[in-house]
């Protein structure tokens, strides 16, 4: 099992990223994803989290109306796709999966998911 969180780098303030997360080793279905974000010296964060139909999701009141999650089970994706960058969002971002027995089901604790990608670098600085 393993979840390959990708898209991360630096950009400047107001602009935009996509991040991937490639699932390998078991389906999308059954499965919620969510994205947290870990700036130094700070606990890791719920970002954004979407059910594994698709048909719900869930954002942090920070990155409300500039940041989207969403998935693509057929190739085995989940991304969040981040605009109006500003500098508080430089972090290491994470996926992670939970097996969820609802489908409509979002998920935002860390201590709900089973698999935790590796983390990418974002950074948004002038």
């Known amino acids: 099992v393993q979840l390959q969180a990708s898209g991360g780098g630096l950009v400047q303030p107001g602009g935009s990223l996509r991040l991937s997360c490639a699932v390998s080793?078991?389906?999308?279905?059954?499965?919620?994803f969510g994205w947290f974000r870990q700036a130094p010296g700070k606990e890791r964060e719920f970002v954004a989290a979407?059910?594994?139909?698709?048909?719900?999701?869930l954002v942090a009141d920070s990155v409300k109306g500039r940041f989207t999650i969403s998935r693509d089970n057929a190739k085995n994706t989940v991304y969040l796709q981040m605009n109006s960058l500003k500098p508080e969002d430089t972090a290491v971002y994470y996926c992670?999966?939970?097996?969820?027995?609802?489908?409509?089901?979002?998920?935002?604790?860390?201590?709900?998911?089973?698999?935790w990608g590796q983390g990418t670098q974002v950074t948004v600085s002038s």
């Open positions: 979407i059910s594994w139909s698709g048909s719900n999701t």
């Open positions: 080793g078991f389906h999308l279905d059954h499965y919620a």
């Open positions: 992670a999966a939970a097996w969820a027995l609802i489908n409509t089901k979002v998920v935002v604790t860390t201590s709900e998911y089973d698999y």
